[in-house]
């Protein structure tokens, strides 16, 4: 069966502090892999994906096909990064995205 | 990009009520996406609704209680029939581009009391 796993449902740092946002993934084929953020108040939006290979507002994931994983990862957190992160494989163009449960990040100033 | 308005943002209903959802899109696409998020829970699928044929529905979720229309390629809603306290969710609709980026609508916040 298709699944994501974020395992974390709550995640707090310090201002400044590294963040890791884990997601771990079990799909058939070759998915292509997503985050997406909600910030307070606004509609969820597309972050970054795996195939871009960018970095987006400070923020990277790289896709570990052997431990099907696309942790999502920054060096030194923000206030303004506290949001919902949610993580969703996609099979194909037409394909409806499978989101994670979510991790709530809370940077703490 | 795709810009998605979806209205009413809110509502509140009485049990056994009906409510119409609508999401319109900016561009022409083929599919638009119903998702439903409960409270403190991540967002599920509800249905995909094609233009021109019925929509599918996701394993628990049935048409005769979220009928869906899709008249044209930039408009869909979503019904809400004879709610009830467990129906109160936050409902979005959602498209997906040519990369595969998916747009979301605001959301629609139902209470059913």
């Known amino acids: 069966a298709q699944r994501v796993t974020q395992p974390e449902k709550l995640l707090s740092v310090f201002k400044g502090a590294p963040v890791e946002l884990k997601c771990n993934y079990s799909y058939s084929g070759s998915p292509e892999l997503f985050w997406y953020v909600q910030y307070s108040r606004q509609r969820l939006q597309l972050l970054l994906r795996?195939?871009s290979r960018e970095s987006i507002k400070g923020f990277t994931a790289d896709l570990n096909k052997g431990e099907t994983s696309f942790h999502l990862k920054k060096p030194f957190a923000q206030e303004e990064d506290s949001a919902m992160y949610y993580c969703?494989?996609?099979?194909?163009?037409?394909?409806?995205?499978?989101f994670g449960k979510g991790t709530r990040l809370s940077v703490i100033a | 990009s795709a810009v998605i308005s979806q209205k009413p943002s809110r509502d509140i209903c009485q049990r056994g009520t009906s409510l119409t959802i609508q999401c319109q899109v900016d561009s022409q696409v083929t599919m638009m996406f119903w998702y439903r998020q409960q409270p403190g829970q991540s967002l599920t699928l509800i249905a995909t609704?094609?233009?021109?044929?019925?929509?599918?529905?996701e394993s628990g979720f049935v048409i005769d209680k979220f009928p869906i229309s899709r008249p044209n390629l930039t408009f869909s809603t979503l019904t809400v029939s004879n709610m009830s306290p467990e129906d109160s969710s936050i409902y979005l609709c959602?498209?997906?581009?040519?990369?595969?980026?998916?747009?979301f609508g605001q959301g629609t916040r139902l209470t059913v009391v």
């Open positions: 959602s498209v997906l581009n040519m990369n595969t980026e998916a747009f």
């Open positions: 969703a494989p996609s099979n194909s163009g037409n394909t409806p995205l499978v």
């Open positions: 609704a094609n233009q021109g044929s019925e929509a599918t529905y």
């Open positions: 795996h195939i």
